[in-house]
């Protein structure tokens, strides 16, 4: 997980779920219900094992649905409803309100901006070499 600061707001980058890897998890711990915590289904991850998979018809189901499930919990994720306690997308993150587009190039544009004086700045640092000795303390005139 990466966490980046943009313009006094915090967004947390999580990596999707990947097809091949819940049927890496399905075939070898399929039994425990590790495949629905990658998919983050905690509750059914627990079932799993207290049932036995649902008797096994539920771990028969799950390889001929996996890739909708990695599908569904994918839109989870990037609709942002994976980390909220109660399942409810915020406000705060709702695709109801999309930035506009002006003000997304405004913040790229003051991000360039100031990483090109930050390196004008060293730039002019590395020019201008070691700081020349003054007439200072211990020294002879």
Not at 27 to 39: C, R, S
Not at 49 to 55: A, E, M, R, S
Not at 56 to 81: C, P, W
């Amino acid at each position: 997980m990466e966490i980046v600061m943009l313009s006094q707001s915090i967004v947390y980058q999580v990596p999707l779920r990947v097809t091949g890897t819940a049927y890496l998890w399905w075939f070898f711990l399929g039994g425990l219900g590790a495949h629905k915590f990658y998919l983050g289904k905690p509750l059914m991850g627990i079932l799993y094992p207290l049932t036995l998979g649902f008797l096994g018809l539920g771990h028969l189901y799950d390889l001929f649905t996996m890739s909708e499930q990695v599908r569904r919990a994918n839109d989870k994720i990037m609709s942002g409803m994976a980390f909220s306690p109660s399942g409810q997308s915020s406000p705060k993150y709702s695709d109801s309100e999309p930035l506009a587009e002006s003000s997304i190039d405004q913040m790229i544009s003051r991000y360039q901006a100031d990483q090109e004086r930050n390196d004008a700045g060293r730039l002019d640092s590395q020019r201008a070499g070691p700081p020349k000795p003054s007439g200072g303390f211990g020294k002879r005139r």
